[in-house]
């Protein structure tokens, strides 16, 4: 299993994830006086996957945006977001696939809501995606929010989670 380490990539893509996640919410709050709609935002949760130059494995997680209560009516849509990137930095040709592997499973009331996304790098490369799923929701319930990520290159290194789960209170 390869060592985890903060890495000068990383901490950009950390800074990146939460001033793209606060602009998002600021907006989405500033618009919300405008629309009468039933979409809500839930949850933004983020991770990310490295692969350094040589050829160690490293992850990380974090809450980018999660309420305390969620003030929602029936049959209203509750989004869940987790967003995801990943980055290889060995150089080169020839090197050995590694493999990136980010979830979202949402359980609510009992119904299992699930997004996947998975990239195989090679090197010199990076890149995101937002993974979603919105349920339709009712008061005075609960969600349940797990998310992971992986990368690995066999036999070399492996790093991730297996999982981190929050839960988000509707009334």
């Known amino acids: 299993m390869g060592v985890m380490r903060l890495t000068k ?13 606060l602009a998002l919410l600021v907006t989405l709050v500033m618009a919300s006086q405008y629309v009468t709609a039933t979409w809500r935002l839930g949850m933004i949760v983020g991770s990310s ?8 494995c490293s992850g990380s997680w974090r809450v980018i945006a999660i309420p305390d209560i969620l003030d929602v009516n029936d ?8 967003n995801a990137t990943y980055r290889d930095n060995r150089f080169g040709s020839g090197n050995p696939t590694a493999y990136h592997n980010f979830t979202l499973d ?5 119904t299992k809501y699930s997004d996947t996304y ?11 995606h937002t993974l ?10 609960w969600m349940f929010v797990n ?12 790093a991730g989670n297996p999982g981190d789960m929050q839960r988000l209170h509707l009334v």
């Open 9 to 21: 990539d990383s901490k950009a893509l950390s800074a990146r994830w939460v001033f793209t996640g």
């Open 49 to 56: 996957t490295v692969v350094g130059a040589d050829s160690t």
């Open 75 to 82: 049959g209203d849509s509750v989004a869940i977001w987790h």
């Open 106 to 110: 949402v359980d609510y009331l009992g």
């Open 118 to 128: 998975k990239v195989q790098t090679t090197g010199s490369i990076g890149g995101a």
């Open 132 to 141: 979603s799923v919105t349920p339709t929701v009712q008061q005075n319930t």
């Open 147 to 158: 998310w992971t990520y992986s990368v690995i290159i066999p036999g070399v290194c492996q």
